[in-house]
T-cell receptor, first 112, second 114 residues
């Protein structure tokens, strides 16, 4: 059974801080790892990672995958209150069904 | 594009009542997913359709839950009879299956069963 574990479960920081969110996984036939941001409503897509060591970047957010150690990190630099959200990590296996397995998420609160 | 559309956005019902949640996927997407999200269990996949055919319903909790996709633009998730433990946010997501594609989530239906 595919498994995704995220840490920490929750994080409270001040604006301007840098945070690192962790995602470790166990999956048969890894295809991709996905990061989502969920504010008050539905998750919105951030990154898809398929190759080790290649950083994906979008503004202050960046993510990297280590397929040998089976984990990914999501970094947010110079955090803002608008970064407050639940960050979800999911992995897809390549068994043909493209069904992602989600972690429980990390709840990030950024105080002004 | 309007994105994935779900209705209702909120529903409060009494235990034992039938609940029907509706989803309209993004036009052209060939896969549709129903998820349930709770504080205790996080985001759980309930069922997945590909080209309107249910592919994997192993996440459906029990016989009280059923899902249909009569055509490419509409799906329902039904709970009959509902129980308080069914209270959750139910998300519908759609995608175009293929390398590099990802899922797009609807706004969710927040269900409260009293």
């Amino acid at each position: 059974e595919d498994k995704v574990v995220q840490s920490p479960l929750s994080l409270v920081v001040h604006e301007g801080d840098t945070v690192t969110l962790n995602c470790s996984y166990e999956v048969t036939n890894f295809r991709s790892l996905l990061w989502y941001k969920q504010e008050k409503k539905a998750p919105t897509f951030l990154f898809m990672l398929t190759s080790s060591g290649i950083e994906k970047k979008s503004g202050r957010l960046s993510s990297i995958l280590d397929k040998k150690e089976l984990f990914s990190i999501l970094n947010i630099t110079a955090t803002q209150t608008g970064d407050s959200a639940i960050y979800l990590c999911a992995v897809e296996n390549s068994g043909g069904s493209y069904i992602p397995t989600f972690g429980r998420g990390t709840s990030l609160i950024v105080h002004p | 594009d309007a994105g994935v559309i779900q209705s209702p956005r909120h529903e409060v019902t009494e235990m034992g009542q039938e609940v029907t949640l509706r989803c309209k996927p993004i036009s052209g997407h060939n896969s549709l997913f129903w998820y349930r999200q709770t504080m205790m269990r996080g985001l759980e996949l309930l069922i997945y359709f590909n080209n309107n055919v249910p592919i994997d319903d192993s996440g459906m909790p029990e016989d009280r839950f059923s899902a249909k996709m009569p055509n490419a633009s509409f799906s329902t998730l039904k709970i009959q009879p509902s129980e308080p433990r069914d209270s959750a946010v139910y998300f519908c997501a759609s995608s175009l299956i293929g390398p590099g594609e990802t899922q797009y989530f609807g706004p969710g239906t927040r269900l409260l069963v009293l």
